[in-house]
């Protein structure tokens, strides 16, 4: 047995006890390992970063899937960026009205490895309604203008391909992908650790959606424990929020309270996410 770091921007580092390695390999673009824990589940990492532990996965997942789909009037095509776990995906299809959802991913790998070693996560990709992609989702998304209900944005760090997402010209290409109506979400960093990015991300988001939003959520095996999440739409708002459809989810993380909480946010993160008012 063994202790799992990981080392966040040479400032803080997340320790999990593990009990054995279940698998580990190098793709085209990343190291990829499953890691069996005391106390965690199964740990999957990135390049030595911490994608989920099936302890507190379902925090992060319900709350980038079920605020922007509960805020949408009826979300039928979804696109999922990224979340090559499948997680987001688990969580979309819990959505009655959803008819279609793509997970464009750009490692097929990490996918497949999750799909064996992490079936309560990626358990669920085989639904009839979903499509699996694997390319890079900047030039899927600019092929696909006017197409999707709601685009969720599960990235990895800004780091690599993945900056890319965290950028206003690839917000600019999500709000054309947008049907009317549209939501998208996105996963933001850490306020404690990365809060140059929720700032450099919220004002690029504002300069193209006039409906902007921050989140937040408790993700224990993530860098500060504390995550933030951005909503944006053209027209839809917290106020839109179908509580009567968040109360129908079978959820272990969202709720109604949760749905209507989640944007009170500690004073600040609200600096943080507001802190792009100036700039756009």
Not at 33 to 59: A, I, N, P, Q, S
Request: proline share 6%; charged share 20%; glycine share 8%.
């Amino acid at each position: 047995m063994a202790w799992f770091y990981e080392h966040y921007r040479d400032t803080s580092a997340v320790g999990i006890h593990t009990t054995g390695k279940l698998h580990e390999e190098r793709s085209a673009f990343q190291a990829i390992e499953v890691l069996e824990t005391k106390g965690h589940g199964r740990l999957l990492t990135l390049d030595g970063m911490v994608m989920l532990t099936e302890l507190d996965e379902f925090v992060y997942h319900d709350l980038l899937t079920h605020v922007p789909l509960c805020a949408h009037a009826d979300p039928k095509q979804v696109l999922v960026v990224g979340g090559g776990d499948g997680g987001t995906v688990r969580e979309v299809l819990k959505h009655a009205s959803v008819e279609r959802v793509v997970q464009c991913e750009i490692d097929e790998r990490v996918t497949r490895v999750c799909q064996e070693y992490i079936p309560s996560v990626a358990g669920f990709l085989d639904d009839p309604r979903v499509e699996l992609v694997f390319e890079d989702a900047v030039a899927y998304v600019k092929r696909h203008p006017n197409t999707f209900d709601a685009i969720l944005v599960d990235s990895t760090e800004p780091i690599g391909p993945a900056a890319a997402l965290f950028g206003e010209p690839f917000f600019r290409d999500l709000d054309a992908a947008l049907r009317p109506g549209g939501v998208i979400s996105s996963q933001s960093e850490s306020p404690f650790y990365a809060p140059e990015v929720i700032q450099g991300l919220f004002g690029a988001v504002r300069r193209v959606f006039p409906e902007v939003h921050g989140y937040y959520g408790v993700i224990p095996t993530y860098p500060g424990g504390g995550w933030v999440f951005c909503m944006a739409s053209h027209s839809r708002s917290p106020g839109d929020l179908d509580l009567d459809r968040a109360a129908a989810l079978s959820t272990r993380y969202f709720s109604p309270a949760v749905a209507q909480g989640a944007f009170m946010l500690p004073s600040f993160v609200r600096e943080l996410v507001t802190a792009g008012d100036a700039q756009a």
